[in-house]
């Protein structure tokens, strides 16, 4: 906790749970796709789904995929700009088993296909966390510069993507892998100190290329929250 | 955090400035919330003073109204600083910004006297709580009452001691206050609980100036709201169940609000 915290975060009213968190929640949404998305399904749970209208949570979550941060003004008004943006939503009331209150789950797809599916919890303050990934239980935060690596669980995979960041000399903060079963589908968070280059990603994606451990080929990045050093 | 004193300071008076850009948005005759449940008392207050309808005297208008708009800014969906969260947001900058601009308080005294309320806003959250689902409603508009009183205080030159005393004045006051919005929403009875809290810490400031001590120190006080937060049933922790929230003319605004939401409706 630091003193932002608490004269903080400059955010876009009325709920720094319900809209603040939800904006973020469909921010981290959006870079999970890491593309433009043209289509998305949000499920509310709890609290949201009872008070979404009023608390703008629809808004905020539709401005989240569109790009927006919780401070952004455009997030009173995105539900129109979404329709001008290609972005087509639904938005539907959801009882989620063991859920927090104000839980979303969103499906959102890019223009050739592509799919995520996030489950993500405001839990106050506008702080999240992310539970849910493709069906991957997992637990992250975004408050520090998260790299998201869906892949195959397979020995050397761990030790490559740290080697290589290690050789740019990114610090990992904390990591987390969680997998479906042995040798299934996993997935891979890692909170770093650094902002992580457009390179480095590279440097990575090139290593699946070669070794064909990833599930999909793609590398998923999530850059910290701005909305503090705005 | 890894950051320089001058980038913390220039974070600080960034948030001072959307404070200072909250308080306009709302003064218009004709802002309303997404509910429909509020907007437009800001302006009619600051009407009322215009036209020489003052009970309480300029300084404590000019506290009120900003109070007010930045609140209903806030359930317009404004832009504004939590502080310490969306629902008490109006009560701390309409303390500081009035007393800085009638009193000609040097603007980095005022973003000095942020940190102050700061942190205190970092004790209580600490030791106690500053989210009304977890401690009620004296732990959002009550330690935002506590934090403006002592940030007051210290702004206008009293001692470190005297700003404590005020922050333990403002929370003893407001202890048990629950947490009751009308169909769940940051409206009804948030927003004049904004104005109330600014008052709150107004009198704790000047009490506190003039000498008056709580017997009751600080600390233990923060401590109190936490043990008085525990008992609050769930229905009157920002459940929108108990409270206000539970009288019939509640129940119906929010069958009211539901019934618009499932029409609307873009399915």
């Known amino acids: ?230 | 955090m890894g950051k320089s004193p001058d980038d913390i300071y220039k974070q600080m008076e960034n948030n001072a400035k959307v404070m200072e850009e909250s308080i306009a948005g709302a003064l218009q005759p004709n802002i309303k919330s997404a509910s429909g449940l509020s907007g437009g008392d800001a302006y009619k207050l600051y009407k009322a003073i215009e036209q020489g309808r003052s009970l309480v005297g300029a300084l404590m208008d000019k506290v009120l109204v900003k109070a007010l708009a930045i609140a209903e800014s806030n359930a317009c969906m404004g832009r504004i600083v939590a502080a310490p969260t969306a629902g008490s947001c109006g009560i701390l900058p309409a303390v500081l910004l009035t007393f800085q601009q009638e009193k000609n308080i040097p603007r980095t005294k005022m973003v000095m006297s942020l940190f102050t309320a700061a942190a205190i806003g970092m004790v209580i959250a600490k030791r106690a709580s500053i989210s009304g689902a977890e401690g009620g409603c004296q732990a959002e508009c009550g330690s935002a009452a506590g934090m403006a009183a002592a940030a007051l205080v210290e702004m206008m030159g009293g001692s470190p001691r005297m700003a404590s005393h005020a922050c333990a004045i403002a929370l003893k006051s407001v202890l048990g206050l629950v947490c009751d919005p009308v169909a769940g929403l940051v409206e009804i009875p948030c927003i004049k609980r904004n104005a109330m809290g600014a008052s709150n810490a107004l009198v704790a400031a000047q009490l506190a100036m003039a000498g008056i001590e709580s017997l009751i120190p600080v600390d233990e006080v923060i401590d109190a709201m936490k043990e008085v937060g525990d008992l609050l049933v769930p229905s009157l922790r920002e459940t929108g169940e108990g409270g206000l929230a539970a009288t019939p003319t509640a129940r119906k605004l929010a069958q009211e609000i539901f019934r618009n939401d499932s029409k609307n409706k873009q399915l």
């Open chain 1, 1 to 230: 906790m630091d003193v932002f915290d608490i004269i903080g975060p400059i955010m876009v009213g009325p709920s720094s749970s319900h809209t603040a968190g939800a904006a973020r929640i469909g921010k981290v949404a959006r870079n999970l796709l890491g593309q433009e998305p043209v289509e998305a399904i949000i499920e509310l749970h709890g609290s949201f789904a009872q008070t979404y209208k009023g608390h703008g949570t629809d808004r905020a979550i539709i401005g989240g995929l569109l790009g927006f941060e919780p401070d952004d003004l455009r997030i009173r008004d995105s539900l129109a700009m979404a329709a001008q943006k290609g972005l087509s939503y639904t938005i539907r009331k959801v009882n989620l088993k063991d859920a927090h209150p104000n839980t979303a789950r969103i499906t959102v797809s890019d223009y050739s296909g592509n799919t995520v599916v996030v489950t993500a919890s405001s839990v106050g303050g506008g702080n999240i966390v992310v539970k849910d990934i493709n069906g991957l239980e997992v637990d992250f935060t975004g408050r520090s510069h998260t790299i998201v690596i869906p892949h195959r669980d397979a020995p050397g995979v761990v030790a490559a993507v740290t080697g290589l960041l290690s050789s740019n000399h990114i610090n990992i903060g904390e990591m987390k892998v969680y997998r479906k079963r042995r040798g299934g589908d996993a997935i891979m968070i890692i909170e770093v100190d650094q902002a992580v280059s457009q390179d480095i990603a590279y440097q990575i994606l090139c290593w699946e290329t070669r070794h064909k451990r990833w599930v999909k080929a793609q590398m998923i990045y999530i850059s910290r929250w701005k909305t503090m050093q705005r």
